[in-house]
Structures are given as structure tokens and as C-alpha cells.
T-cell receptor, first 117, second 110 residues
Framework: DAGVIQSPRHEVTEMGQEVTLRCKPI?????LFWYRQTMMRGLELLIY????????DSGMPEDRFSAKMPNASFSTLKIQPSEPRDSAVYFC???????????????FGSGTRLTVV | KQEVTQIPAALSVPEGENLVLNCSFT??????LQWFRQDPGKGLTSLLL?????REQTSGRLNASLDKSSGRSTLYIAASQPGDSATYLC?????????FGQGTELSVKP
């Protein structure tokens, strides 16, 4: 099991550019979460999907952010246009009822460190 | 709105000490609570998951307890080691969301 795979690991972009972050959840997991982590605000939930359907996007900071999950094995988080205040580490996590029942909870990817200059 | 608080924000102990990290949450209607470890510049590693019907979970030197009615959880680390130095985060799941505390930064001095 390769775990939750995120790409890229690091992204440096200029203000105003479009940024796309990618996530491949663990096979068989039906829940997927996007988080943002900053020193000031800690880990914030941006959006989560169940069975590829967005359930709650109330954490998405503004219309510049959008997320999609076209199939069970892939999700994207897009920022357009990017701003310096979007600089953070973005994490993707996945889970399933069976995993939680077995006590393994939620599995996080290694994150994408985004720097907008 | 669920709020999760972790106390203390930072803790420094000498090697070998037993220690307790605290987590409190405002809404007791949770499905489960999970403790994570995060090393600097790294992702989150799951330590223990406690279902809402459980009172505690143990893994090696770690023991996590849950008191849903009072909105509290503790993570007990026995015989701490320098390798335990990291930030420890608790997260509660309710309404489909996993909500995190700000974490406790633990430093274990040799």
C-alpha cells in the first residue's frame, strides 16, 4: 500500500498564477479530505468528499479555491489566481468506514508546501 | 461549532518521564477521536483512534483515553524518549468532519 500520494511536494509560484494540487487516495477509501496548515491557524479543513461527491466545502476560503474528485482515485485542489496569503502546506487525507472500524482512522499524505511570491 | 483545544501548547521534559497531553472538545456528539504525531516539516502519522463507544486505546508506550461526556481526551506517554519529540495533534470527528486542535509541541531532552 503506497499510502495517500500528493503531488507536487513543493510548489513555488508567482502571485496571480494558477496552482493545481493533486491527490491519490488509498484504494478502497471512500472519504477524501483537503486540509491547509499554517503556523497561525493550524490545520483547517477546506473540503471533504464522500464517494466522490463534495459534502462540505464551507472551509474553502473564497471563490479562488475549487476542488474536484472526478473518480475514486484522484482529486485536485485548484487556486486561481494565487495570492501570497495562500502560502501553506496543503494535506490530503483519506479514510473508509472499514479502516476506522479497525482503528486506523484517517491516513494523511505527505503534503504539498505551496509558496506564492 | 466544534472547537478542539490542546493544553499545553508546548512541553519540555527530561528523558524517562511519564507525561500527559490534554485535549478538550466543545461538542460531545463525536464519532471518534484520533491522536496524531507530526515531525517538523513532515506529514501526520496516526497514533491511536478511539471510537465514541470506547474509553481508551493502547499502543506500546502510548495510552489514549476518552471521556465523551466531559469532552476530554488524554494521551499518556510512558518512559519518554528523545525520539518522542514532535507535535502531537488530537482530532475529533463529528458530522463527517475531522476537526483538529492546535497541537502540543513536545521536546524530550536526553
Amino acid at each position: 500500500d503506497a499510502g495517500v500520494i500528493q503531488s507536487p511536494r513543493h510548489e513555488v509560484t508567482e502571485m496571480g498564477q494558477e496552482v493545481t494540487l493533486r491527490c491519490k487516495p488509498i484504494s478502497g477509501h471512500n472519504s477524501l479530505f483537503w486540509y491547509r496548515q499554517t503556523m497561525m491557524r493550524g490545520l483547517e479543513l477546506l473540503i471533504y468528499f464522500n464517494n466522490n461527491v463534495p459534502i462540505d466545502d464551507s472551509g474553502m476560503p473564497e471563490d479562488r479555491f475549487s476542488a474536484k474528485m472526478p473518480n475514486a482515485s484522484f482529486s485536485t485542489l485548484k487556486i486561481q489566481p494565487s495570492e501570497p496569503r495562500d502560502s501553506a502546506v496543503y494535506f490530503c487525507a483519506s479514510s473508509s468506514p472499514g479502516q476506522r472500524a479497525r482503528g486506523y482512522g484517517y491516513t494523511f499524505g505527505s503534503g504539498t508546501r505551496l509558496t506564492v511570491v | 461549532k466544534q472547537e478542539v483545544t490542546q493544553i499545553p501548547a508546548a512541553l519540555s521534559v527530561p528523558e524517562g518521564e511519564n507525561l500527559v497531553l490534554n485535549c478538550s472538545f466543545t461538542d460531545s456528539a463525536i464519532y471518534n477521536l484520533q491522536w496524531f504525531r507530526q515531525d517538523p516539516g513532515k506529514g501526520l502519522t496516526s497514533l491511536l483512534l478511539i471510537q465514541s463507544s470506547q474509553r481508551e486505546q493502547t499502543s506500546g508506550r502510548l495510552n489514549a483515553s476518552l471521556d465523551k461526556s466531559s469532552g476530554r481526551s488524554t494521551l499518556y506517554i510512558a518512559a519518554s524518549q528523545p525520539g518522542d519529540s514532535a507535535t502531537y495533534l488530537c482530532a475529533v470527528r463529528g458530522g463527517g468532519k475531522l476537526i483538529f486542535g492546535q497541537g502540543t509541541e513536545l521536546s524530550v531532552k536526553p
